[in-house]
């Protein structure tokens, strides 16, 4: 599986990616808003992109399907509820839903609700796994639940479904906004070494045109979403909740936070 992850520089601070098979120089495009950048690339590599994918419904990640569509010939895929919010899907896809991309590349489909209602995650079946999340999972956040989904959702896609993957999972979000989540962190949990070292670093070499992966166990050390438990964080956010129970549970810490974080 060859992977390309295209910076779109846009206000919304969009990644797309082209997903291709080795072998056969098939590609999947991924939420390819940046239409222009993505069939360049493919061009440039020698690939034919055969199939497109939206992680979900919102106009930034659906808004080059037209032109894909029309430069390519390419099928259509997203998740099977999203019919009557993404014009022209061929294929609507489920939980366990395989993707095949030529003959090597199989990604496994996740049903991943909270951002929207009808979002997938795409896991790929590979020695080190590779999580194409859209606007669930961010480096060192979670998608926001304002355009059709629910906060109690998303936390049940980190619960049962993100933290239960392997630790190697390597991350590739649909947006660029690991400085600014790693503040949050710091906001949420000042003694969070990893996360002060990385933005630190970060602040001196980042470059989303040539973004660094971070893998799932990375997440769990600075992503306040999966660090439920600290006794940092809960003191920090009782500050703001003074309500909130002596020992709260995963999910009311979760759901505070991401209160906290829509207007943060």
Request: net charge negative; hydrophobic share 35%; charged share 20%.
């Amino acid at each position: 599986m060859i992977v390309e992850q295209i910076w779109t520089d846009n206000a919304y601070r969009n990644f797309n990616y082209l997903i291709a098979c080795p072998e056969t120089g098939e590609a999947l495009a991924i939420d390819p808003l940046d239409h222009k950048r993505c069939l360049a690339t493919a061009k440039d590599k020698g690939w034919e992109i055969t199939q497109i994918l939206n992680t979900h419904e919102h106009g930034d990640h659906t808004g080059g399907n037209g032109p894909m569509i029309q430069a390519t010939g390419a099928k259509l895929l997203a998740h099977a509820n999203a019919r009557n919010s993404i014009e022209g899907i061929d294929i609507g896809l489920g939980a366990g839903d395989v993707v095949k991309v030529g003959k090597t590349v199989e990604l496994l489909c996740l049903d991943t609700p909270g951002h929207t209602m009808s979002h997938i995650c795409l896991l790929s079946q590979t020695d080190i796994p590779g999580l194409f999340s859209g606007d669930t999972l961010f480096n060192a956040g979670a998608g926001n639940c304002h355009g059709g989904g629910h906060p109690e959702e998303l936390y049940q896609t980190f619960a049962q479904q993100l933290d239960e993957l392997p630790e190697s999972t390597l991350i590739y979000p649909g947006h660029d906004y690991i400085t600014n989540n790693l503040e949050f962190t710091l906001d949420r949990e000042p003694d969070n070494a990893a996360a002060s070292a990385l933005l630190a670093e970060l602040k001196g070499s980042h470059d989303p045109d040539h973004a660094m992966l971070t893998s799932l166990a990375q997440e769990k050390e600075f992503n306040t979403f999966f660090r439920l438990t600290s006794a940092t964080v809960i003191a920090r956010l009782r500050e703001a909740f003074p309500n909130l129970p002596d020992e709260p549970s995963p999910k009311e810490v979760f759901l505070k936070l991401r209160e906290l974080r829509n207007s943060w």
